[in-house]
Structure formats: C-alpha cells, structure tokens
C-alpha cells in the first residue's frame, strides 16, 4: 500500500513538472499591435505594451490588462525559427508579477523601456508624468530578466517621463536618454521640451534644458562613439516635422552639445513612426517604415562617414505593406521588425497573412536580404542602444588597453635596464679608447639603443 502511495506521488509529481515545462515553453499567439516597446536581453526580445484600437479608452486598457500574457512576453531568440510559426514565450508568473497597476496606461501615452543595469540584463519602464501626478508610485519599474523579477526603482533628481511615442536609448555607460515630446509639467515647472538622462546604475535622473525640439515618433541612433543621432519625427499634433531628414541633431553626452548637421543625397518624404538602427559596422544607419504611405519605399541608409542618404540594394520578398508605429531591433546579423501599423490605424498587413515579424538580413553591406528564417548561429550580443544594450561599456575595452600598454612599457623598462646592467658589470674592465685609437671587434661594447632592442638587432 505505502509502494503504491508514493508510486502516485511519483506519477502526480511527474505530472506537475512536464505541465510548468509545457507552459514554459509553449508558443503564444499575441494580438496585433503598434506602439509597443521591444528590448533586446541577450537572447530574448521582451514585448511590452502596445494597443490595436483606433478609440483606445480606460475601459479598453482594462480588457487589455485582463490577459498579461498578451502584455509582457517575449520572442526566444536562442534558436532557430521560421516567420510563419514564431517562437513566442510567456513570461512565468506573468500574472501575479506583472505591476499593471503601477505602470502608466495606454491611454495617457504609456511608457518607455529600455535596457540597463550594472550587467545590461534589466529593462527600465519609464512611466508617464500625467499618469503619476496623483499617484505614490514611484515613476520607474524595472525588470530582473535573469531572476525574473519586478521592483520599483527611486531615481534620485528630477522624475523621468516616457511615453509611447519616444524613442529611448541607452548609451554603453548604463546612461538612458529620454528626448521629451509633449509639453508636460515636473517639480512644478511646465517645460515644451527637454532630454532626461538617466544613470541605471547609480539611480540618478537630470533634465537637459538645451534640446533645440520637441518630437514625436523621431529616430534616436546611438552611434559608436558615444553621440546620439535625431531626426525626422512629427510635432505634438503627430504632424510630421519638414525636412526632418535633411536637418538632423547630433547630441554629444560628453560635452552637452547639440550639433546640427545638414544631409545630402536621396531626399527622403517627411515622416513619423519609422524605425532606425546602427549597422552592423558602426557606420550607417538603417532606417525602416514609417506613417507616410504616399512614399513606395521602406528602406533607406544614411552613411555617417559623409551623412549622405541612399536607398540600399535589396532582394527576396519583403513585406507587402508599409508599417508604422513598429519597434526595430538588431539580433545577430539581422534587423528584426515587430508588429506595427499600415498607417495611423490600419493593420492590413495582418489581413492578408503576413507575420508579426519581419527579418532584414544586414550582414552584407552590399545587399540586404529580406528573409523569412532566422539563424540564431551568429547571434551576438548586439546593441542597438536604439533600443537594447548588450555591449560591455567602451570604458572597460580602453581601460585594459591602457593598462596593457603601461605594463608593456614597463616590462620593457626593467629589461633594458637590467641589460644595461649586465653588460656595464661584464665590461667594466675594458679599456675605454681615446680618440684616434685603432679600435678591434670585441675591444668595445657598446649599448643598444631601444630600437636594437625592440628590433632584435642586438644579441649579448
């Protein structure tokens, strides 16, 4: 009796284990959506947010919030997969971890996320400041993907803002910079523009006052060395801003500066909702999409060694639709496009079957190819601080290149000089010639300059 007792203990807890392997891994079929927030954790895109209703209201957020799944989840990137059957994951104990209640609704413009932290592994909601005025939570969240784990994070400093809207980037300090789009009100002071910048590791929030513009649905860029790059986008009426792409902003973290710069080449039609990330060689940028259907083409490349715009050669099947309002991220060697819209509210793409992901394959610069697989073989930890960081700050590669240096020179140092040594002290009995002396091989040593010695032209 007490055999088969724990024999059905055995067979339930079995039971138990193969349904939480099930649920981990089971494949979600997420709604459609645009102004979503996607960030990059190693070998995860996190999807949060986003809406599909033309007339969003506090009632249709409520229906929303009724599925976390459909909420927070995320696309596993770890391996192989075909756009027609993604591999979409449900976040564990989504539905009592996920703080819906603390996070800014849809509805008032809710919020930014981004990568961040001492290991880049959490994500930072950015809430919006209308949304918390009258409340005492506090206006950042973040989330532990190792640990899976929510906290309310206290920034010292002003209190950040975010919303759907803007395009949030992290530098590779931990630095999260936020540029403002609507007016809005903080510490009891109405600003019309502003750039919050955000330390994720020692928690610190300070506004910059100096942003030449206010947008919305911009491009934000993180460029290799450190600047960040803004153009296009539309004002507070989401009407795109003239000749956003032919006058863009530069902004210099490290000397808080504005640089404007004037493009030349392919002109571009104003637009608003378009996507842009780094290339993979650190010197174009990639911009995708948009909300202006009156132009035929979804892609364009500015070249930041000249800052001239052409259209990129591309072949296979790319996406029948323009999309707007999506959220663009670099996993290995490709640029992954989530969900979006046909215009402000059209979902035709969705209609006519096409995937909630589109892959543009950036490894050759000579051609981009769109694909529908995705080969997770090369896969890097990629930053497209656009919108995730999984690159180790640049601070720590010129640190040990520094230090490197320093220790070679002075392992070389010490070896000169005990050379130096060795042969005063084997030489100190020789005769030292006077001028106009006849001197034979072997009667004189001389010492070896630095470049014999780094050379090898001089053997004891």
């Excluded at 055999?3 to 059905?8: D, G, Q, R, T, V």
């Excluded at 055995?10 to 079929?29: E, V």
């Excluded at 003239?242 to 104003?270: C, H, M, Q, S």
């Excluded at 790319?318 to 402000?344: D, L, W």
């Amino acid at each position: 009796m007490k055999n088969l007792k724990n024999s059905k203990l055995f067979s339930i807890s079995i039971l138990c284990l193969l349904q939480i392997i099930i649920k981990a891994n089971a494949q979600l079929s997420p709604s459609y959506r645009k102004l979503h927030s996607a960030v990059l954790v190693e070998k995860k895109l996190y999807i949060f947010g986003g809406f599909n209703s033309p007339n969003l209201t506090p009632e249709n957020e409520v229906n929303y919030n009724k599925n976390p799944d459909d909420r927070f989840f995320y696309l596993d990137v770890s391996i192989s997969f075909d756009t027609s059957n993604l591999p979409w994951r449900s976040v564990s104990n989504n539905v009592d971890n996920l703080p819906l209640g603390s996070l800014s609704s849809v509805a008032t413009g809710g919020v930014a996320a981004s990568i961040g932290g001492v290991n880049n592994d959490m994500i930072f909601f950015f809430n919006n400041e209308r949304d918390n005025a009258t409340k005492s939570d506090p206006p950042v969240h973040s989330y532990n993907s190792p640990n899976n784990v929510w906290n309310t994070q206290i920034f010292s400093g002003n209190n950040p803002i975010g919303r759907n809207q803007m395009r949030i980037v992290t530098d590779y300090n931990g630095k999260v910079y936020l540029l403002t789009g609507f007016d809005f009100t903080i510490q009891g002071v109405t600003r019309s523009s502003g750039l919050f910048v955000c330390d994720t590791i020692n928690p610190d929030c300070v506004i910059k006052d100096a942003s030449p513009f206010s947008r919305l649905g911009y491009g934000a860029t993180l460029l290799p060395n450190g600047m960040i790059i803004y153009m296009g986008g539309g004002d507070r009426n989401y009407v795109p801003i003239r000749d956003g792409f032919r006058l863009i902003y530069l902004y210099d973290p490290a000397n808080v500066e504005w640089i404007p710069k004037v493009t030349t080449g392919k002109k571009l039609p104003d637009d608003v909702g378009f996507t842009t990330v780094l290339g993979l060689n650190g010197d174009r940028i990639i911009l995708y999409g948009g909300n202006n259907n009156n132009d035929d083409n979804n892609l364009y490349v500015l070249n930041i060694t000249n800052y001239e715009w052409f259209v990129p050669k591309v072949r296979g099947k790319g996406p029948q639709y323009k999309r707007g309002e999506h959220c663009a991220n670099v996993i290995g060697k490709y640029m992954v496009i989530t969900f979006g819209s046909n215009g402000v509210l059209d979902a035709k793409y969705k209609e006519d079957g096409e995937s909630d992901v589109l892959l543009l394959d950036i490894s050759d610069d000579s051609e981009y190819v769109w694909t529908t697989s995705f080969d997770p073989t090369p896969l890097k930890n990629n930053s497209t601080p656009s919108n995730s960081l999984s690159l180790k700050p640049a601070t720590n590669n010129i640190s040990i290149i520094v230090g490197l240096t320093i220790g070679l020179i002075l392992f070389i140092c010490i070896l000169s000089g005990i050379i130096i040594f060795y042969i005063r002290y084997k030489n100190s009995n020789k005769a030292i010639p006077t001028p106009g002396n006849v001197v034979k091989d072997g009667d004189i040593i001389t010492i070896p300059s630095d470049y014999e010695l780094s050379h090898g032209k001089y053997r004891i």
